[in-house]
């Protein structure tokens, strides 16, 4: 019996190292896996935290263009306002002013007649110093001591017409009215 005993806590012994030899083996096979699992993980925890710091940094730069796009909009809001204020202080301004056409048409009917007002003045002048100047001249009607014919000084007789309103005789000087355009210089 002792024998048998001996073959059978050798048997168990074997039967003992060889569980144990599976169970080692189970044990280096499982912490190969778990060595592969956790090198997979890191992989992938890298890539996470690649992938988060790029999502991050589009974030970054999104935040600024957004900051600066709402910058340049407050600013463009401002100087719209800003001109808005101007147009209406400035319609406010204008709103009792005439507007520059009107004023043109004004003053180049203004212009045209003073023109013509100024020319009949000194075409009138001219006419009168020419008839004074020819009464001066012999067969004037008028008749002056120092001229040979008679010794006696005649005035003016009826068949000399007075007119002083418009010339009889136009003048070969004589200036007709001006017609300008806008820019005041004459029109061709």
Known sequence: ???????????????????????????????????RERQKHCRLLKQLETLKAEENSRLQLALTARDA?????????????????????????????????????VLDQAHGDLVSTTTRFWNTVDVLQNKRLASYLPGSGVIHEDWPEKGVVATQGDDFPFNFSEPNVPLPYQQEPSSTNRNGSLKG
Not at 9 to 32: F, G
Not at 73 to 94: F, M
């Open 1 to 35: 019996m002792k024998q048998s005993g001996r073959k059978h806590d050798k048997v168990t012994h074997r039967r003992c190292l060889q569980m144990m030899s599976n169970i080692e083996e189970e044990i280096q096979k499982r912490q190969e896996e778990r060595d």
């Open 69 to 105: 796009a709402l910058a340049e909009s407050q600013r463009v809001e401002r100087e719209v306002s800003e001109l808005r204020q101007q147009l209406e202080s400035t319609n406010a301004a204008l709103q009792d002013q005439v507007p520059w056409n009107d004023i043109l048409l």
